[in-house]
């Protein structure tokens, strides 16, 4: 079975300030992991997958097989970055478009 | 291009009464997926057509169906709808040439009164 486990639903910052977004996963076998996220009023959209190794919009995310974890970071936060950030797994052993498993998500909100 | 688009983008609906949501695809791609998306929680997956067939199906009772057609958009239908089906339904489609690149739609919004 695969689960997505975001523990915090809010996230408040100021400007300026690191951000981590925690995610945590469950999977037999060989995951592939990605942030979406959705910007007010706006689509879900992919922010990074972690076989890219890239960095977007200044955040980076690295897969810990160890913790089962694929964290999201960025070390200055900015106010363009309030949105719902949500941490997604597909099974990378069973096709590049396998079903996504999703987290509950959870609200950035970066204050001035 | 227009991306994804859903319609339609809300409906109210009855308890036991039945519904259809639809899918156009982003021009390109021929995989649609679909994923229901209650309040607070991130989006489920309900099930995937490709070549007109369901290729994957997630933990939906078989109230939810589906179709494809040849023109590769899709249609969600849900029978004997229940107050707990009330939720944002998500249509995202893909191209199985482009791992992992799925492109999502903005949704239809169902309440079930």
């Known amino acids: 079975a695969q689960r997505v486990t975001q523990p915090e639903k809010l996230l408040s910052v100021f400007k300026g300030a690191p951000v981590e977004l925690k995610c945590n996963y469950s999977?037999?076998?060989?995951?592939?992991l990605f942030w979406y996220v959705q910007y007010s009023r706006q689509r879900l959209q992919l922010l990074l997958r972690?076989?890219s190794r890239e960095s977007i919009k200044g955040f980076t995310a690295d897969l810990n097989k160890g913790e089962t974890s694929f964290h999201l970071k960025k070390p200055f936060a900015q106010e363009e970055d309030s949105a719902m950030y949500y941490c997604a797994l597909s099974g990378g052993d069973t096709g590049a478009n396998s079903k996504l498993t999703f987290g509950k998500g959870i609200t950035l909100s970066v204050r001035p | 291009d227009a991306g994804v688009t859903q319609s339609p983008t809300h409906l109210i609906k009855t308890r036991g009464q039945q519904v259809t949501l639809r899918c156009s695809p982003k021009s390109g791609h021929d995989t649609v997926s679909w994923y229901q998306q209650a309040l607070g929680q991130g989006p489920q997956f309900i099930f995937q057509?490709?070549?007109?067939?369901?290729?994957q199906r997630g933990n939906f009772p078989d109230r939810f169906s589906g179709h494809q057609f040849p023109n590769y958009s899709s249609e969600l239908n849900v029978n004997a709808l229940l107050l707990g089906d009330s939720a944002l339904y998500l249509c995202a489609s893909s191209d199985p040439r482009v791992p992992y690149g799925y492109t999502f739609g903005s949704g239809t919004r169902l309440t079930v009164v």
């Open positions: 972690h076989i």
């Open positions: 057509y490709y070549e007109e067939e369901e290729r």
């Open positions: 999977y037999s076998g060989s995951p592939e």
